[in-house]
């Protein structure tokens, strides 16, 4: 009846530990986006901080289990608990970033958030399952596999569950709550744990080195993988929960699927699908675009994630050691390995490469792991597939048009200037990503020719032309290379807000826009938004929100409150114009909610695109005052909030 007892708490423990663990993650995070300008980069930065998080808390149960006696371990651990209790309830602070580096700066708020409470959470795995094998004398990795069936239901949980019915605000109080009774539970556990293996029997045969750094080695590259492909997906689409949870949740799954039973992996079936499924991910590497829509290339990519992840976590489970001495050091070199992706993802690869190449090496990663555990070294199938490795290098490297002139990499994204054309018709590109962010001509006059998303036949050109007074003052959230100073006329202000420094660098020594501007120009550094909110009241006859022009949306720009500022900051009269042009967004959807939650009146414009003249199709809406006793139309979805915003409502289909 004891064991029974015992048996029922440690997995409630591990169970709602695992729970907690993985559902701060998205709630923190989308706390803290709005500080950072909503930028991909804050999800891969926070998971590398969640992954240091849990290495910490694997270095310490390792440490507890191997140098502390028996009742001095639980001791200990009780005291971290205590201590952990002291960071609730968890609330974002009001002060804003303080380190020039945002990765930095997404580090040290996070620490200060959540780092105690998430390191208590992290050793509880590792701790329970040594108190599990010591105490019911039982194999305690069908326990991991209940741990990554909680995370898993966390997670899925998130963006339809909780998400859309609390408030940021109340998502971290009702987490606190529960945080508490997890603490009364370990609690319980630890003290249930005295009566496993003192310190006498844990000190087994010594780790053979090589198997360590295997399984370091095995976990690190599905780590890469995942955050790669979701760094990759959220710089075309948007920086959300549903997309970090989604392929957090896959390698979450194929962890369960492999630690809870070893018929899920089969060699001989891998030999297949990580060849297909690495070639797939590199053929729609190669081939950017719409084709099929987001959701099918958020399947293709999810599938992928998937077969590689299972192939990587089923070697890995081969090689797992019998429970008994080195559990924890097992544990702990798995930790090792999550956290080595994560540095290369968020912190190596910026530095290392000038585009976005994480992916295309973790692809290469998966097929070289293919090579060395499911074809044995065998030199006919090392050539055949080298010949393999090489052609998805070549694919996924992205093969351009034009002679690069520049290209650069920062927290922000991936930038490129690329000329192409020929005489007259020469002309320079910026490039985020895969996206054109603007296209002058190389010609003499060419800093006063309008092209892609501004022309005069435009949403945005039609607004100028009907508000061409002299003198106006013109805001501009999103710079890209400074087109729509070609509009300023003499005795005009130009405002442009860009939070990305390398940007502002490019425009201004790449681009004769902002140069030869007839208009006083000026470019505030910093996130719109947050920019917005110290100028004056009334400081701006046209205000236009131009970062929406890629394919990833800064989604805190588009809610209820952020209309609310650009409004104060008008003028009576004026007039905001939002680029709503996005490949996999209906941006439109949220700026009319918005639109008509603020008894504006909300126009959306067409124009279609001229290739030959470096013409875009672009679609803008038009947000003014409403003709008296005139009542917008009701939209198909609520206003966004700070609080709450769903990406599933305006994806297109």
Known sequence: MTGRVDRILFACTVFLSSALLFLIQPMVVQAILPRFGGSASVWTASMLFFQLALLVGYLYAYAVTHFLPSGAREAVHLALLSASALALPIALPPAARTSESPVWSVLALLAVLVGLPYVALSTTGPLVQWWYAGTLKRSPY???????????????????????????RRQLSVWSAAFVLFLVLCGASALRGRRAAGRESIEGPAIVAHQAWLWVLLAACPSILWLAVANHLSQEVAAVPFLWVGLLGIYLLSLVLCFDHDGWYRP?????????????????????????????????????????????????????????????????????????????VALAAPIIFNSYLELPVAIILCLVMALVFLFAYKPRRLLRLSVVLALTFVIAAKLREGDSVLETRNFYGA??????????????????????????????????????????????????????????????????????????QQGDTFRFFEINPAVIQVASAYFRFLRDARAQVDVAPGDGRLALEREAPSSFDILVLDAFSGDSAPVHLLTKEAFQLYLRRLRPGGVIAVNITNRYLDIGLPVRAAAWELHKKADAIHSEADPAKGIEAADWMILTDLPPGAAPSQPRISAWTDDYNSLFQILKK
């Open 415 to 488: 930038l490129r200037v690329v000329d192409s054309g020929e005489g007259v018709h020469r002309i320079r590109t910026l490039y985020h990503g895969v996206i054109r962010h603007g296209t002058e001509y190389l010609s003499p006059d060419g800093g006063h020719i309008l092209t892609t998303y501004y022309t005069p036949l435009s949403g945005i050109g039609i607004t100028m032309a009907a508000h061409h007074q002299q003198g106006r003052r013109v805001g501009v959230v999103g710079l890209g290379a400074g087109t729509l100073a070609a509009y300023g």
């Open 142 to 168: 069908r326990l991991f596999a209940l741990s990554n069936v909680a995370s898993l239901l966390a997670l899925f949980a998130y963006p339809p569950v909780i998400q859309p019915h609390l408030p940021v």
């Open 268 to 344: 001989a079936l891998f030999r297949w699908l990580v060849p297909a499924a690495c070639l797939g991910m590199g053929w729609r590497l190669a081939r950017p675009g719409p084709g099929g829509g987001f959701l099918w290339e958020f399947a293709l990519f999810c599938a992928g994630v998937l077969i590689c992840c299972v192939f990587f976590h089923g070697e890995l489970v081969l090689r797992k050691p019998h429970p008994g001495p080195v559990l924890t050091y097992f544990y702990l070199a798995v930790a090792a390995g999550g956290a080595l992706g994560g540095i290369f």
